[in-house]
């Protein structure tokens, strides 16, 4: 499913920043989602995810108590607010989509099961 991402920019450290994730095709409610970020030189690191049922939610411990996941279904929008940012969380940012494997799958997927992405947005955060 086609993704597409919007807010990133640039802060300082300690500033807080919202991430949008909208699918061209379909809705975000269809899926399970997530966020990855990535810096050069790097692979894509695992930021969190929510399950499509439930809203189930999982976090990286480099992010967890900083970063919040959300869906909102009548926006047809998932959302990655991120607050107190430090210059390690400076990355593009990507949205990624899961497809469940059944109607009883609450689960937020492993990381290597997320199987669709967006084009990316860069996300700098200062000292």
């Known amino acids: 499913v086609p993704l597409v991402e919007s807010g990133g920019g640039s802060v300082q450290a300690g500033e807080s920043l919202k991430l949008s994730c909208s699918p061209s095709?379909?809705?975000?409610?269809?899926?399970?989602m997530g966020w990855f970020r990535q810096v050069p030189g790097k692979g894509r690191e695992y930021v969190g995810g929510?399950?499509?049922?439930?809203?189930?939610?999982h976090y990286a411990e480099s992010v967890k108590g900083r970063f919040t996941i959300a869906r909102d279904d009548a926006e047809n929008t998932l959302s990655l607010q991120m607050n107190n940012l430090k210059p390690e969380d400076t990355a593009v940012y990507y949205c990624?989509?899961?497809?469940?494997?059944?109607?009883?799958?609450?689960?937020?997927?492993?990381?290597?099961?997320?199987?669709?992405w967006g084009q990316g947005t860069q996300v700098t955060v200062s000292s």
């Open positions: 990624a989509a899961a497809p469940p494997k059944g109607y009883g799958d609450y689960t937020v997927p492993k990381p290597d099961e997320f199987t669709s």
């Open positions: 095709e379909r809705t975000v409610g269809d899926y399970h």
């Open positions: 929510i399950s499509w049922i439930g809203r189930n939610t």
